[in-house]
Each structure stands twice: as C-alpha cells, then as structure tokens.
Antibody, heavy 119, light 108 residues
C-alpha cells in the first residue's frame, strides 16, 4: 500500500524558514517524480514544486521560485521542502504527492501538514 | 489564477445525474485527472486518463474529454458524493502541474 506521511508543519513568523518532510513507503520511491501541492484555508489546490526521480531536476511555481527548495533522499525514501522567506500567503496545508510516471502527475496524496505564517 | 477552468458550484438531486467540466489548453496535450475532496480530508483520485477509475471508485463515476474540455459525470448521485472536485493535468510544457479552481458538488 502506497503511503505518504508529511511532517514538519508549524506556526512560523513572516520571514522565517521551515522544512517539511514526506516519508514514502509501499512503492519504489527512487523511480517516481514527486510533487508538493498546497491548499490555503478555504481555497483550492495549487501546485508548488516537483522533483525528478534522482533529484537532479526541480521545477517551481512562480509564487515560490527562489524561496522554496524541493529535494529528496532516495536512500531514506523521503521528500523535503525547504521554505524560506515565508509570507502570510504561504499559509496552507502542504501535501506530498506521487507522480504515476504515466498519465497522472499526482496519483497518491499524503494527509497534509499545516504551515501557518503569522506574527 | 487557475489555468484550468471549472464551474465553482453545481447541485444535483439525489439519484440524478450531474456533469462537472474542466477546460484548458493543456488538455489538448495531456489527459485531465479528477480528484474528490471531502471536508478535512486529502484529495482522492477518482478518474484518470479520460475514463479510468482507480480501484475502489464506484462505477457511477465516468469521464470523457474532447478538445480542451474534460468532463466527470456522476450517474445516480449519492449523498456521499457531496464534495469538492478538482481537475488537474500536466501543463503544456510538461514541467508543471495545473489545477482547476474546484467545483463544489451539492447533493440535494
């Protein structure tokens, strides 16, 4: 069974930093691209970033480019999202998702972790 | 703003049929996928690659697409189908992912 478990969400002040983690199991992690998707309170889903299988290529939404960094440790089956220069508009539940490597870029989702940016 | 367009809300009488649509240029190159999200829960994939249901998704859910428009149809809607529905696809470059703004389905 595919499982994705996010952690690391917290209340942080504007301008602060935070690192999210996503522990993956139940599939061959090193074979799949991975994505982060976020959802602000009461709002829709927004794609944030993705990383390829071996971690050599990353892509970001314009809203987080230069502030967020996605990475992975295939030996630990773990995905990360390093977030810096956080803003109030980054407040959201952050979901880790798996790319099917065929037609579905986000076929499995974790339960999400809440990041709140406020003073 | 979303690069895939969905109606914000639709309603259906219990047991009747409803269709939710998703429009966008990326759908000319990539399939739309559909997700159901109940309050307080993570999204769940309910339809992919035009008309394919993951294991465990009831067969009252079906999908179709033509040109830049994809559709998710619920035939014989049940109370438990009341939820937010989102479409997504890879963007036209294949590098990013785009989501629709979501459709709130109410079952009356």
């Amino acid at each position: 069974e595919v499982q994705l478990v996010e952690s690391g969400g917290a209340l942080v002040q504007p301008g602060g930093s935070l690192r999210l983690s996503c522990a993956a199991s139940g599939f061959t992690f090193r074979s799949h691209w991975m994505h982060w998707v976020r959802q602000a309170p009461g709002k829709g889903l927004v794609w944030v970033a993705r990383i390829n299988s071996d971690g050599t290529t990353t892509k970001y939404a314009d809203s987080v480019q230069g502030r967020f960094t996605v990475s992975r440790d295939n030996a630990k089956n773990t995905l990360y999202l390093q977030m810096t220069s956080l803003r109030s508009e980054d407040t959201a539940v952050y979901y880790c998702t798996r790319d099917s490597m065929t037609t579905v870029p986000t076929d499995y989702w974790g339960q999400g972790t809440l990041v709140s940016v406020s003073s | 703003s979303s690069e895939l367009t969905q109606d914000p809300a639709v309603s259906v009488a219990l047991g009747q049929t409803v269709t939710i649509t998703c429009q966008g240029d990326s759908l000319r190159s990539y399939y739309a996928n559909w997700f159901q999200q109940r309050p307080g829960q993570a999204p769940v994939l309910v339809m992919f690659a035009k008309n394919n249901r993951p294991s465990g998704i009831p067969d009252r859910f079906s999908g179709s697409s033509s040109g830049n428009t994809a559709s998710l149809t619920v035939t014989g809607a049940q109370a438990e189908d009341e939820a937010d529905y989102y479409c997504n696809s890879r963007d036209s470059s294949g590098d990013h992912v785009v989501f629709g703004g979501g459709t709130k389905l109410s079952v009356l």
